[in-house]
C-alpha cells in the first residue's frame, strides 16, 4: 500500500523560505512521476511543481525561479524548496505519486497521480 506523508509547512512571513518533504513507502515503480499540489481556500487544487524518473521537471509559471522540486530516491523522499515566499503562497501542499512517466506536460496535471498525501499547511503572512 502506498503511502505518502509530508511535512515542513509552517507559518511565516513573506520573503522566507521553506523546505517540505514528503517521505513515500510501500511505493516501488521504475517508471513513476511525482508533484506537489496545493489548494488554498475557496480556489482548485493547482499543480506547482513535477518531476518525473527521467529527472525532467515542470513549475507552475507562478512559483518559476522560486519552487525547486528534488528527490532523493535513496530515502524514497520528494522534496520542495520554496524561497521568497509570496502570502499568495498560503495553501495546504500536497504531495501526489503516480506510476508512470509521464511527459513534462502532463506533471502539473492530476490526472497521472493516483496516490495522494494527506497535505501540509503554509500559511505567509504579509
Known amino acids: 500500500q502506498v503511502q505518502l506523508v509530508e511535512s515542513g509547512g509552517g507559518s511565516v512571513q513573506a520573503g522566507g523560505s521553506l523546505r517540505l518533504s514528503c517521505a513515500a513507502s510501500g511505493y516501488t515503480y521504475r517508471s513513476y512521476c511525482m508533484g506537489w499540489f496545493r489548494q488554498a481556500p475557496g480556489k482548485e487544487r493547482e499543480g506547482v511543481a513535477g518531476i518525473n524518473s527521467d529527472g525532467v521537471t515542470n513549475y507552475a509559471d507562478s512559483v518559476k525561479g522560486r519552487f525547486t522540486i528534488s528527490q532523493d530516491n535513496a530515502k524514497k523522499t520528494l522534496y520542495l524548496q520554496i524561497d521568497n515566499l509570496k502570502p499568495e503562497d498560503t495553501a495546504m501542499y500536497y504531495c501526489?505519486?503516480?506510476?508512470?512517466?509521464?511527459?513534462?506536460?502532463?506533471?502539473?496535471?492530476?490526472?497521472?497521480?493516483?496516490?495522494w498525501g494527506q497535505g501540509t499547511q503554509v500559511t505567509v503572512s504579509s
Open positions: 501526489a505519486a503516480g506510476a508512470s512517466s509521464y511527459p513534462q506536460s502532463w506533471l502539473l496535471s492530476p490526472l497521472p497521480y493516483p496516490y
